[in-house]
């Protein structure tokens, strides 16, 4: 079963002394509901058992219904000093090829059905895989 959201490539755009950022890519899968989603917004997110941080994605699209998409803006996540630091040296200790990623994602949009428009906000539980932005290759 494919997950309604899913990550693409991530990459390590920012490191400064009080913590690390990454952009990771968001594909959507296609969906039969018609909508467009307003804005996305993020909950309990962990990162290879790690708790991260992510800014509400405040881009509207339209919910695809033939292929998926990949959103124009990538997700900024930002993991803490602390937690960077135990997560470099667990990451350095026991590199993997993948990270688990967990957490539940709001869906904020309007949606139609049987002809009407209605705005709803949709929590989807997030439980997917995204490559280890540190392993080389």
Known sequence: E???IQFGKPEL??????GITFEIPIVVAPVKQSGQVDFLMFEDMVVNGTSVEIDEYHRSFDLPNKDPVTLREPLRIYIYLPSAMLAAIGEW???KETWPVTGRVYVFGQYKKFGFRFKRCIPVELKV???NPLKQG
């Open 2 to 4: 494919d997950a309604l």
């Open 13 to 18: 755009a920012r490191v400064t002394p009080l």
């Open 93 to 95: 200790s026991d590199s």
């Open 129 to 131: 895989t995204m490559r």
